[in-house]
């Protein structure tokens, strides 16, 4: 049997009624939709309140004023969406957007693996939020909400800005604590257009923010859908009048509003239900879950978070990227009706659908009882999430689109599954592979007293173990090589380099095995032939980890070098009562041998300006060298009577004994 038989035979269950069913019961929806009611009708940018005692604060967001600034372009632009909803990187040409949404735009681990997409959202909504983020009363809101509760929402465009809201407010919260948990934020939109591109889904994925947002989506909505047609065939005009076509009528402006709202009532319902309809179709049928993070279509933008896909009949949460967009387009294709309602009604529904979805899960729950065999549990959830998000499997005329949404939830749920899986059998392969780490400790712990690890295996002392040792480097630096390939082709969790569990199991492999490399590399003199080992000779995989365990902040973090991190590390930490196990600068034999060879070089220079840079360099290091030892950041074989260190330092001693490095040494 294979691994996805295997998974779809263990899925007893499937959740995504049950959760659509339990925050359609809850007093999520109905206070959100009153907070996007009251922020669309006082049209300014927001409105807020508190709930449950003032320990909740629900935020509603208005899309007027977005749409109002979009309603002139539209008309001057025929109705085309190619710059009004344009994607526009984060941290691209503007610099404020870039430190608003920084740890988004630093959040791809491996620039390699992103093929080069910068995060990017919608120009529309970055231009407003940016202009309401500058205003006193926003600030002064955000200082308001610290340590509560937070809910974010918003009605069509009003979404995208809380979106953009909740993830300023994800970003300033982890920036000021990186490894504190993400404060309780959550964003609820309806019928919001899409906001980012793929690569800004991946960054949320990274950061574990996908469940702080929730998008609520009616059956035949155009709105959340059109964004998936190429931004030069978006006819703007729809977003920008369905969003004006919620402000009070009393209220409307005349000129280019009235223009937008008299193109959106004279557009062909059925013309825009076909292209819409063409391109969802185009990117469902191109978008292949073994391969997700491939943006293949006409459109930059796909979808992030949790959507709830609602109909009279009650809600299904989805929550894979994939399966968003199948039943996207399968709950768009199948009419429930011959009157499913215009355009305009699809919209402007959530109101009664929050009303009316309890009541529907109160009186229209049923079995189904006859004298067929009985259907796995695994089934009768599925048939019950395709009837909740309005596909009635029952229906002739719902056949292919239940079909087609029926294979994609069962397939979303075995994609989701998969990272965690392949997360599990890499941590078996993990332990199975402690032999050969306890083989190189042990190595160790041989040489510690005589000349350390790092120069016993650089000097190939006891052939025969140094073969055993050499042999297990090697059985490790595959291991990781291959863990980081997976991460990079996305069959990994996203948040995988943020996991305690590998980060550590990282660096102490790192720690550990790089002073073998090290070793190995000027055994055979690459840094003579190729250069300096930490500049041409070092591994991809180091560097990594290097940047994991920053990111951990476990080593000062801040700095972008390992000694600023390391010396950072010294001065914050608490102080050893004994040396460490490992030293914890992994390159810091190669530093060792590139002072080796500085101080070997300053013997016999000539030009006192070259000789007094060398002596500044050896310095610093015989400063860093010593902080390290000081501070017992380093092992015991650092200091062995034959380490490759103890050699130095007798050469940098009997260096500083001539007169005319001591007199420049005075002048440091």
Same mark, same amino acid.
């Given at each position: 049997m294979d691994d996805a038989a295997g998974e779809e035979e263990a899925s007893m269950f499937e959740t995504s009624h049950v959760l659509g069913a339990l925050l359609a019961s809850s007093p999520l929806l109905a206070r959100s939709w009153d907070r996007c009611t009251a922020a669309t009708a006082a049209a300014p940018g927001f409105v807020h309140g508190e709930e449950d005692g003032g320990s909740k604060v629900y935020v509603g967001f208005s899309g007027v004023q977005a749409a109002l600034s979009a309603a002139g372009a539209a008309v001057a632009g025929g109705g085309g969406g190619a710059d009004v909803f344009a994607p526009v990187g984060l941290g691209g040409g503007d610099a404020a957007a870039g430190r608003m949404f920084a740890p988004l735009v630093a959040a791809e681990p491996d620039p390699a693996a992103a093929a080069g997409e910068p995060v990017a959202v919608q120009a529309l909504a970055l231009q407003c939020f940016l202009k309401l983020?500058?205003?006193?009363?926003?600030?002064?809101l955000l200082n308001e909400i610290r340590g509560k509760a937070v809910v974010f929402t918003g009605h069509s465009l009003g979404g995208t800005i809380a979106a953009l809201a909740a993830l300023h407010f994800l970003c300033i919260s982890s920036s000021s604590s990186p490894w504190a948990p993400a404060p309780p934020v959550l964003c609820?939109?309806?019928?919001?257009?899409?906001l980012g591109n793929e690569a800004l889904s991946r960054a949320i994925l990274r950061e574990r923010w996908g469940g702080n947002f929730c998008h609520v989506v009616s059956q035949h909505d155009v709105v959340p859908r059109l964004l998936f047609c190429p931004p030069d065939t978006v006819p703007a005009h729809i977003i920008v009048g369905m969003q004006l076509h919620q402000w009070p009528a009393r209220t409307r402006q005349t000129g280019a509003v009235t223009t937008v709202t008299m193109r959106m009532a004279d557009t062909d319902k059925d013309a825009l239900r076909q292209l819409i309809q063409r391109h969802v179709g185009t990117v469902a049928m191109e978008q292949k879950l073994a391969a997700p993070d491939e943006t293949t279509g006409g459109s930059p933008y796909r979808p992030f978070g949790t959507y709830v896909l609602c109909s009279p009949e009650g809600a299904a949460c989805v929550d894979n990227a994939t399966a968003v967009v199948q039943m996207l387009y399968a709950t768009f294709a199948s009419?429930?009706?011959?009157?499913?309602?215009?355009p305009e009604a699809a919209h402007s529904c959530y109101g009664e659908l929050v009303l009316k979805m309890p009541q529907h899960l109160l009186l229209k729950r049923r079995l189904c009882v006859d004298d067929a065999p009985a259907t796995p549990n695994y089934d009768d959830g599925v048939s019950l999430a395709l009837e909740a998000s309005g596909i009635d499997a029952m229906v002739r005329a719902h056949a292919m689109e239940a079909s087609t949404a029926r294979q994609w939830l069962?397939?979303?749920k075995r994609a989701g599954r998969r990272p965690?899986?392949? /997360?599990?059998? !890499? @941590?078996?392969?993990?332990?199975?592979i402690t032999p050969c780490r306890a083989q190189i400790e042990w190595y160790k712990a041989l040489f510690d007293a005589e000349m350390g690890y790092y120069d016993a295996f650089k000097q190939r002392r006891s052939p025969r173990k140094y073969s055993k040792v050499n042999l297990n480097r090697i059985k490790l630096g595959?291991?990781?090589?291959?863990?980081?390939?997976?991460?990079?082709?996305?069959?990994?969790?996203?948040?995988?380099?943020?996991?305690a569990k590998w980060v550590n199991a990282a660096r102490f492999y790192q720690l550990?095995?790089?002073?073998?490399?090290?070793?190995?590399?000027h055994h055979h003199g690459h840094h003579r032939t190729s250069g300096s080992y930490m500049t041409h000779g070092r591994e991809r995989r180091y560097e990594l980890f290097d940047r994991w365990w920053q990111e951990k902040a476990c080593t000062g973090g801040a700095?972008?070098?390992?000694? /600023?991190?390391? !010396? @950072?590390?010294?001065?914050?930490?608490?102080?050893?009562?004994?040396?460490?196990?490992?030293?914890q600068d992994p390159c810091f034999w190669a530093r060792v041998e590139e002072a080796r060879e500085q101080t070997e070089s300053a013997r016999g220079e000539r030009d006192v300006a070259e000789l007094a840079m060398k002596l500044e360099e050896l310095q610093e290091f015989e400063r860093y060298s010593r902080e390290l030892v000081a501070s017992k950041e380093v092992s015991v074989d650092v200091l062995a009577p034959q380490s490759s260190y103890t050699l130095w330092v007798e050469e940098w001693n009997q260096l500083k004994l001539r007169d005319e490095v001591r007199t420049m040494l005075l002048r440091f």
């Open positions: 983020c500058g205003s006193p009363d926003f600030q002064m609820v939109t309806f019928g919001s257009p899409l009419r429930s009706s011959p009157s499913a309602g215009s069962k397939t979303s965690s899986l392949n /997360s599990a059998r !890499l @941590a078996t392969q993990l332990g199975r595959q291991f990781w090589d291959r863990v980081l390939t997976m991460l990079d082709a996305g069959q990994l969790p996203h948040d995988f380099h943020r996991r550990l095995v790089e002073p073998l490399d090290i070793a190995d590399y700095g972008g070098d390992v000694t /600023s991190s390391m !010396l @950072a590390a010294s001065a914050s930490s608490r102080r050893r009562s004994k040396y460490a196990g490992l030293t």
